[in-house]
T-cell receptor, first 115, second 112 residues
């Protein structure tokens, strides 16, 4: 059973650019959530995808968007990057509707730096 | 809106001492509570998940308790080791939304 993987590990962009981050879910999981973690803070929920549909969104602007694919892998896209978007982006997968009580498993994260 | 607070923000203990980390949350209508470990610059490792109907969970040297009515959870780490040095995050999930609300974490240093 493979765990959650994310790519790339690190990324440096400049203000105004666009970025795509990728996540592969743990085998058998059907739900992916994305979180943003600023330095010294706890992760903040961005949005969640379940069976390729957005299934809840946190307090993030529309320039944060996502996709989930039939194999349950996922992308996070951020347009018009701002300096405050610099953070660790975490992907978490879970199996909704199971007896696992929605236990979430996190990937290693992508460190995004916006200059 | 669910608010999660972790106290203390940081602590140092000598090796061998027991660690006690506290988490409080404002809305007691939770589905589950998870404790995670995070090493610097890394992702989160799930330590324990406590279902809303449970009072505690144990795994090895770790024990987590949950008191929903008072909005509190405590993580105990017995006989701490230098390898336990990390940030410990508490997160709660409300019923039906599968999203976690996190505290800022307890940063732990175990001194050899």
């Amino acid at each position: 059973e493979t765990g959650v993987t994310q790519s790339p590990t690190h990324l440096i962009k400049t203000r105004g650019q666009q970025v795509t981050l990728r996540c592969s879910s743990q085998s058998g999981h059907n739900t992916v959530s994305w979180y943003q973690q600023a330095l010294g803070q706890g992760p903040q929920f961005i949005f969640q995808y379940y069976r390729e549909e957005e299934n809840g969104r946190g307090n993030f602007p529309p320039r944060f968007s996502g996709l989930q694919f039939p194999n349950y892998s996922s992308e996070l896209n951020v347009n018009a990057l701002e300096l405050d978007d610099s953070a660790l982006y975490l992907c978490a997968s879970s199996l909704a509707g199971s007896s696992s009580y929605n236990e979430q498993f996190f990937g290693p994260g992508t460190r995004l730096t916006v200059l | 809106k669910q608010e999660v607070t972790q106290i203390p923000a940081a602590l140092s203990v000598p090796e061998g001492e027991n660690l006690v980390l506290n988490c409080s949350f404002t809305d007691s209508a939770i589905y589950n509570l998870q404790w995670f470990r995070q090493d610097p610059g890394k992702g989160l490792t799930s330590l324990l998940l406590i279902q809303s109907s449970q009072r505690e969970q144990t795994s090895g040297r770790l024990n987590a308790s949950l008191d929903k009515s008072s909005g509190r959870s405590t993580l105990y780490i017995a006989a701490s080791q230098p390898g336990d040095s990390a940030t410990y995050l508490c997160a709660v999930e409300a019923y039906g939304n599968n999203r976690l609300a996190f505290g800022k974490g307890n940063q732990v240093v175990v001194i050899p």
